[in-house]
């Protein structure tokens, strides 16, 4: 079984930024597509991000506030979050499969292994 591991979530006022990481440690995440998914409690799950090596895809909530982007030397991919609003207060997972790709349906469809998740908060 595969692991990836996040970390980077916190607490932040209005405005602030965080950068949360994606990590596996016993796979090439650049062989994967790795989607970011959010989660609050009582909602369902939302995609944030998602990326491979040929496309990137940002939900609509997030687009030119949220950059996903990789590290293939540290097998590390990143979500950067600028300009957080209290409503991005959430869970936030990332995942990988090795079959997917970022389509228009991306969000939608099954991620063969997941993280623990980190939780992040924001502010007024």
């Known amino acids: 079984q595969l692991h990836i591991v996040e970390s980077g979530g916190g607490s932040v006022q209005s405005g602030g930024s965080l950068r949360l990481s994606c990590i596996a440690s016993?796979?090439?995440?650049?062989?994967?597509?790795i989607g970011w998914f959010r989660r609050a409690p009582g909602k369902q799950r939302e995609g944030v991000s998602c990326i491979t090596s040929s496309s990137t895809k940002y939900a609509d909530s997030v687009k030119g506030r949220f950059t996903i982007s990789r590290d293939s030397a540290k097998n590390t991919m990143y979500l950067q979050m600028d300009n957080l609003k209290p409503a991005d207060t959430d869970i936030f997972y990332c995942?990988?499969?090795?079959?997917?790709?970022?389509?228009?349906?991306?969000?939608?469809?099954?991620?063969?292994?997941w993280g623990q998740g980190t939780q992040e908060a924001v502010s007024t």
């Open positions: 995942a990988a499969d090795e079959e997917r790709v970022c389509s228009t349906l991306w969000s939608v469809l099954p991620f063969e292994t």
């Open positions: 016993d796979f090439a995440l650049d062989n994967y597509a």
